[in-house]
């Protein structure tokens, strides 16, 4: 059994204190201690942001890359190397307005990588800007008048786009996000976990101090069954705002398809 | 020959270029297509050789047109002909050439054929006038249509129509000797010759995005990839192709990707941080000509102070150009040797003139290395609570490269970091790390001199008339002109180096003896080689610019070398 915090190494993390990229940093190591991967039988890949300094605060192999391009350095990894598990850390920016051609692609092709989106609903290492998941009327320092858009549904988009795990929690629930970490590095396929993580320091009110309160494990319902794409997608598809009574978090869905490290047609 | 896309003039070229080698005979075949599938000119050019290949456009011998269309007739006219060229009109159209088209016209009736026979037609009279039989072609047309067999018997038809016709008919061909051996040559052309290099240079992944005139390369890597447990990926875009090379690379893998001009410019960012963590890798630009679309399928070399300068930073990189259509294969296997032992992108500047093309192989039937292939070190089993300091002088080149799996896991991050790779914003750390990155790749001028060619005359020092420096695909033109020129008594200095970047400055300073007056052919318009050269060296050369969307015509070069050159001496 390998302890969590032969994970982490000796740098201190530089997220402002309170971020809830601390919390996702405890699970991570948790599940894969769950998981006995190996320190150096693991890649952790991110881009810019930061929630992408996540792998500098690690033991393990990683790369810290460019904005938005973490999957396809991702998918070079895991062709190359199939024997390698890759996991993609990243943000709500990264991953959905840059690198959204990039998650698409991937998804589709069921690549073999768990994907992690630390979603604080803005592009906070710049200091504030209205990201695809920022709600309708989010002001940032481009967009002073408030975004124009809603916010993208990334779990329903995630599902539409061909993952085959999808999955959310909220960090600060630590133990119940280490659970969907573990499972999701478990599944043999695109795994997509998004990861409710309010910035604290620009936008406190990005989610509802009743965060927890809220939220409601979509695995406990009766009417629920993750293998089944409706009842997914009518769940994955409630928006996460303050409009809406709960937010569900859980496994929304998962199946099993052949995955493209190993199933390309070569022939 | 000129004709119509679609109408089976590249087809009929390639089946006497393949039979010509087939027979013995060293041949080169260049192809000028358009970018449409179906719609546009196309130009096809056979050369049959006494010896060496060298340029394979030039002026004619002998020349067939198949239509009368605005286009052709412009490109036609604006292609130089020998004084005694011969031309074959085989366009069926009831419109006589212009005699200031050459002095020897002949109108062949092709009325009565279909529109893709006239160009096996005119196969056939081009077999008499080589001497090669309309049988000799029988093994290749069968290989061709194997399950056509209407097909192949019409183009056994046409070529033997076309050989009785040629046999019937008086003409005066200029038809210059050439050799034929008894040995069966292979023919290769540009792409397929990269592609091989890579893969005997240990490439084991290649990441791309379908381009013209680069497409060839994936195709020929994604049927033999596989087939060594090599991996070809085509990936949504350009950049998550190199992005992909680049977790490949850090992988432990030998990766490449090849695209063209455009494609090239979405990959600056990545090679900015290939060059800023120090992983090795290849990138292939298949040069056409621009900018932006441009022209997909026309050659030019504009891409060079892409190559050299493009993304930010001070990002130093490795840029060779392949000189010959062998070298493509040669030059490849430099590039992941150069790319291994300095830890660097290199990017390979080829043409559209290399890709489309195609030459028989000088000796042998088969590319072999000429160098030995450099490994990757793998990680000593050590204590794996040392900090593994991958970023030093003393691991700068030839350096021990982890990959995942390994002992001594690191990160590599495009932050600036110090020697253990951990992010760092010291600014003597930042000065350390840019001198140390650029430095590193100043040996490269001496550990792979084998990649600049010397062509001096005999005596050890002289006074040379003008010295002259090429790259890429227009060394070839330039190797010819240089080789008439100096039948006709000019006393040259000339260097052809596949490193362009770094600028070799000792090479440079070589050339200062012979010649003060340096000239530099290059296919683009801005002169960018010689603006590279003057950044770098004592040198104000003197640019000849070729834009026209073909290779140089060595004839035409020849003539204005010779022009500047009087010029120069006039003034002096």
Known sequence: MIDPQDYLNKSSPTWCKGCTFHSVLDSLTQALSNCTIDIPSVNIISGIGCSSRLPLFMNTFGMHTLHGRAIPVACGARLARPDIPVIVATGDGDLFSIGMGHFVHAAQKNFNITVLCMDNRMFAMTKNQSSSTSECGHIGTLTPAGKTESALNVTDFAIASGATFVARSIAEDTAFTTRILTKALQHTGFSFVHLLTPCNTFDKSSFTAELQSRAVNINTLEDHNPEDRNSATRYASVPVNNEHKHIYTGIFWKCLKPVFETSRNTD | ?572
């Open chain 2, 1 to 572: 020959m000129t004709g119509t896309a679609g109408d089976g003039v590249i087809g009929a070229a390639e089946l006497f270029h393949e039979t010509a080698a087939a027979l013995g005979i060293h041949t080169s075949l260049y192809k000028s297509i358009p970018s449409s599938i179906r719609s546009g000119i196309t130009t096809a050019t056979i050369s049959l050789w006494n010896n060496t290949i060298s340029s394979p456009v030039g002026n004619a011998h002998c020349m067939a047109l198949f239509t009368h269309s605005d286009s052709a007739l412009s490109d036609f006219a604006s292609q130089q002909v020998y004084v005694n060229s011969y031309v074959f009109d085989l366009s069926g159209s009831s419109t006589k050439l212009p005699s200031s088209f050459a002095r020897q016209i002949t109108t062949v009736p092709v009325a009565t054929l279909k529109p893709d026979s006239s160009p096996l037609f005119f196969i056939g009279i081009l077999a008499n006038l080589t001497d090669i039989a309309p049988e000799q072609f029988n093994e290749i047309l069968h290989c061709k249509h194997a399950s056509r067999k209407q097909r192949l018997q019409s183009a056994l038809a046409d070529i033997a129509n076309g050989y009785s016709w040629a046999k019937s008919v008086p003409t005066t061909v200029p038809v210059p000797s050439f050799l034929r051996s008894d040995k069966i040559l292979t023919t290769i052309n540009g792409n397929d010759a990269l592609s091989s290099g890579a893969i005997d240079a240990g490439c084991r992944f290649f990441a791309s995005y379908p381009i013209s005139p680069a497409t060839t390369i994936g195709d020929s890597l994604s049927v033999n990839l596989p087939e060594i447990q090599g991996v070809a990926y085509q990936a949504e875009d350009e950049i998550a192709a190199i992005g992909a090379v680049t977790g490949a690379s850090f992988s432990g893998v030998k990766a490449m990707t090849a695209t063209s001009g455009p494609g090239f410019s979405l990959m600056h960012e990545f090679i900015s941080y290939l060059s800023a963590v120090e992983l090795p890798a290849v990138i292939v630009d298949v040069q056409r000509a621009g900018p932006s679309t441009g022209i997909p399928t026309h050659h030019a070399q504009e891409d060079l102070l892409s190559a050299v300068f493009g993304g930010h930073g001070e990002c130093s990189r490795i840029v060779l150009a392949p000189s010959s259509i062998e070298n493509c294969y040669h030059t490849t296997i430099d590039a992941f040797n150069c790319a291994e032992q300095y830890a660097t992108p290199v990017i390979i500047l080829s043409s559209c003139a290399f890709a489309s093309a195609s030459v028989t192989l000088q000796q042998g039937t088969q590319l072999h290395p000429q160098v030995p292939i450099l490994q990757r070190k793998s990680v000593p089993d050590t204590n794996m609570d040392e900090s593994f300091q991958r970023y030093t002088n003393e691991n700068s080149t030839s350096p021990v490269l982890p990959s995942p799996g390994d002992l001594h896991p690191y990160r590599v991050t495009g932050l600036e970091h110090d020697h253990a790779a951990d992010p760092s914003e010291s600014s003597a750390m930042h000065q350390y790390q840019t001198l140390r990155r650029e430095l590193k790749l100043q040996t490269i001028e001496h550990d792979y001199a084998h990649l600049i060619e010397w062509d001096l005359e005999k005596a050890s020092s002289y006074n040379a008339d003008f010295s002259i420096v090429a790259w890429g695909a227009d060394v070839p033109a330039v190797k010819t002109a240089v080789r008439i020129l100096r039948k006709k008594g000019y006393s040259i200095a000339a260097v052809f180096p596949q490193i362009l970047f770094p600028v070799c400055h000792n090479m440079f300073e070589k050339l200062l003896d012979y010649s003060y007056l340096l000239i530099i052919p290059e296919s683009n318009s801005s002169g960018q080689f010689s603006k590279l050269v003057r950044m770098h060296s004592g040198f104000s050369p003197v640019s000849l610019p070729f834009s026209n969307g073909e290779p140089i015509n060595p004839d035409i070069l020849e003539t204005e070398i010779a022009s500047l050159v009087l010029k120069r001496h006039k003034n002096d």
